[in-house]
């Protein structure tokens, strides 16, 4: 499955999404064995990779295997590893979001145009900081704290991520973070210019 648009009505150009809905391709990054299973130590890694911080890492690790282990699990009997299981990640998708990911974790087209339609002011194809936060608090379902907090928190992180040189991220940008193309990229640059 493809996380198509207006611009990309294939998906990612030469993007292996190996047979992941859209919602899966985002978190695989994070298997770092390949092996259909994120562990915390794997999600740390991940975070590291794509350039923050320990703290910042671990804050990461933590909030996500915490809130997206258990549901994702196929027992009702917790792990204390607290692994994240790809295929079941729809399980674990939270409410006060965009939307662009439906309950099974495909890619829903006219949501994510949506965010541009109703919320790029400044520009009609990249989002500010603020606007971002406006389409958060826009997203709020009624007593979602939980969803109000994830959803501002993992947009923040995004932001933080792939602001370009102006303080916008591109419409492109966020559609690769939805279909997770875009983490490999950012890794891929950062050890290029480390070399």
Known sequence: MEATGGDYPQG????????YSVLQQHIAFFDRNNDGV?????????FHALGFNFIISFIGMLFIHSAQSYPTLDSWIPSLWFP????????????????VYDTEGRFVPYKFEEIFSKYAKTEKNRLTFSELMEMTAANRNVADPFGWIASKGEWSVTFW?????????????????????????VEEMRKSKSQ
């Open 38 to 46: 994120i562990y915390p130590w794997e999600t740390f890694q991940g």
């Open 161 to 185: 991520l792939l602001k370009d040189k102006d303080g916008l991220i591109s419409k492109e940008s966020i559609r690769d973070m939805f279909d997770g193309s875009i983490f490999k990229k």
């Open 12 to 19: 990612t150009p030469d993007y292996n999404h190996n047979g």
């Open 84 to 99: 994240v299981y790809i295929k079941n990640i729809h399980r674990a998708k939270h409410g006060s979001d965009t939307e």
